[in-house]
């Protein structure tokens, strides 16, 4: 393989060259291993191992797809200035952070991504002129991804402290398109006393130095957020169910490396199934206070509403005007000397010759403005050759995004408390106030006639009590003095109330 592309022989290995064509004297099992063994060899020079590089070396090189750049009205040529290679859960994708110069960034195993994604600032301005434009060339001709059936690229605008998922953001680039993609975004705030005063699962959303993601840690360049979240809850289940760790994840998923291998066979059908239901895991380990945690929204966040517009690129009658065919023309003559000559080739079969027969074609781009300049070209034929095959590549291979802030401004929303303490306190007040009248005097008023009542309810008590202690003692002299006249009386009548006749009993009791 390596000696198809590079032109190469190894010394321990027998071709037969055919034509343009690399054949191998063997048969397909000695084919695939002596495939097997040159990869080897080759990431063995590298220090990197078939398993876990395999995926890298297979996706089109950033530097292959980025031609151009302008952020802020600041041109890039170079994409090492861009340059950041990312495993996201559909494949190995290109990061594009414009406010980041990713060639003064030390990187490694200990590049501290927190500080730098940190520290870009805030700020971005309004209209496409202040937006980022990125010019790609898709090389549709060394293009074989076998799952999907069209042609493109997969673009995803996200916060550049999220992971990308590109699975369920992701749109569709066509080539020969301009794409222009405004963005609408909103704010998502809570006061401070909403943080203070409610749990995260009473205000529905966590602070950010409430919880920390195991395998997308701050440490790493990453925030809490509910997409974050849930791809956090999905890595998660593939470690406990598949028992791998997904091998595009190594920024953050580096100690999940250390315990599981890398997803393969049957495990990667696996990590598949369980990536493609995202969403349906929402629980977490939080590696603050140890304990898993549902997935809440970001107290504080920004979503940002895409609307994607898109128009034929480039125009045939102005193409070869532009800056973009002098670029065009520089990267095709370097691939043409490279190793994608043949598969390029194979496509546009006169594009490299087109390119090689003008003598000194760098000089025809060589002025201030960049521009393609043929009026010292003798052969003008060679010249619309050139210029045609330049535009027929280009129609079918090139995509150009334009993103840029829509409006001046924003909407916010914040989440507050539906009533505080004070206010309740001046609620409570006001229907009193309503009600009543009420008032500091009204409650002195108030306090007033509670203390009257007090008094009158006591001196009616006590005078009810002197009225019966004085009835009381009228009637215990009555008694006494009854008492007294029956011990006088009935002695004397005892004898003679028997001799009575009972008229004179009558009498007798009247008497009494």
Same mark, same amino acid.
């Given at each position: 393989y390596e000696d198809f592309i590079k032109g190469t022989v190894e010394r321990d290995r027998q071709y037969t060259k055919v034509s343009d064509q690399y054949v191998v004297d063997s048969d397909e099992d000695s084919k695939r291993a002596a495939f097997y063994d040159v990869l080897k060899v080759f990431l063995e020079k590298r220090n990197l191992s078939v398993e876990g590089s395999i995926t890298w070396l297979s996706h089109q090189k950033c530097d292959d797809m980025f031609i151009f750049s302008k952020w802020n009205s600041t041109i890039t040529y170079n994409f090492g200035e861009n340059k950041r290679d990312f495993g996201t859960d559909y494949g190995i994708c290109c990061w594009y952070t414009p406010q980041l110069n990713f060639s003064d960034i030390p990187t490694g195993p200990d590049t501290d991504w927190a500080y730098w994604f940190n520290s870009v600032p805030k700020g971005a301005k309004t209209g496409k002129d202040n937006g980022f434009s990125v010019l790609f060339d898709i090389e549709s001709f060394d293009y074989g991804y076998y799952d999907e059936g =069209?042609? &493109?690229?997969?673009?995803?605008?996200? %916060? %550049? #402290?999220?992971?990308?998922? $590109?699975?369920?953001?992701?749109? %569709?680039v066509a080539p020969g398109t301009e794409n222009q993609i405004p963005v609408t975004? !909103?704010? /998502? !705030?809570? !006061?401070?006393?909403?943080?203070? +005063?409610? +749990?995260?699962?009473? +205000?529905?959303? @966590?602070?950010? =130095?409430? $919880?920390?993601?195991?395998?997308?840690?701050? =440490? %790493? &360049? @990453?925030? /809490?957020?509910? =997409?974050?979240?849930?791809?956090? *809850? *999905? /890595?998660e289940k593939i470690l406990e169910r598949c028992h791998c760790a997904p091998g595009f994840h190594n920024e953050g998923g580096a100690t999940a490396y250390q315990q599981y291998p890398v997803c393969q066979g049957k495990q990667l059908t696996c990590s598949n199934n369980i990536l493609n239901r995202m969403g349906e895991f929402n629980e977490v380990e939080d590696i603050i206070e140890n304990k898993t945690k549902p997935c809440l929204t970001n107290c504080e966040d920004q979503i940002n509403d895409l609307f994607v517009t898109t128009s034929n690129y480039p125009n045939k009658k102005t193409f070869k005007e532009r800056e973009e065919f002098c670029l065009l023309v520089k990267k095709l003559l370097r691939t043409c000397q490279g190793h994608k000559r043949l598969p390029l080739s194979s496509e546009y079969p006169n594009l490299c010759s087109a390119l090689e027969n003008i003598p000194n074609v760098y000089s025809h781009c060589s002025n201030p403005l960049n521009r393609w300049r043929s009026e010292k070209l003798e052969n003008k034929t060679l010249a619309r050759i050139l210029q045609t095959e330049i @535009?027929? /590549? *280009?129609?079918?291979? #090139? *995509?150009? $995004?334009n993103i840029f802030i829509k409006e001046s401004y924003t909407k916010r929303f914040r989440k507050t408390e539906k009533m505080s303490r004070i206010s309740y306190i001046a609620s409570s007040g006001g229907l009193l106030g309503l009600c009543m009248g009420f008032s500091f005097v009204s409650l002195a008023e108030i306090l007033y006639h509670i203390f009257l009542c007090l008094g009158l309810f006591c001196k009616r008590r006590t005078s009810r009590f002197i009225s019966i202690e004085i009835e009381r003692r009228k009637t215990r002299k009555t008694r006494k003095a009854t008492t007294r006249t029956q011990q006088r009386l009935v002695p004397v009548e005892t004898t003679t109330v028997n001799n009575f006749s009972e008229n004179n009993q009558y009498e007798f009791r009247d008497w009494l």
């Open positions: =069209s042609e &493109g690229l997969k673009v995803a605008v996200v %916060h %550049h #402290l999220d992971m990308p998922i $590109i699975r369920q953001r992701a749109f %569709h975004p !909103t704010l /998502y !705030t809570a !006061t401070e006393q909403v943080l203070e +005063r409610f +749990r995260p699962r009473d +205000r529905d959303c @966590y602070d950010e =130095s409430e $919880i920390d993601l195991m395998y997308l840690p701050k =440490s %790493h &360049g @990453y925030r /809490y957020e509910m =997409s974050n979240c849930l791809f956090e *809850a *999905a /890595y @535009y027929n /590549y *280009a129609r079918e291979n #090139l *995509a150009i $995004i």
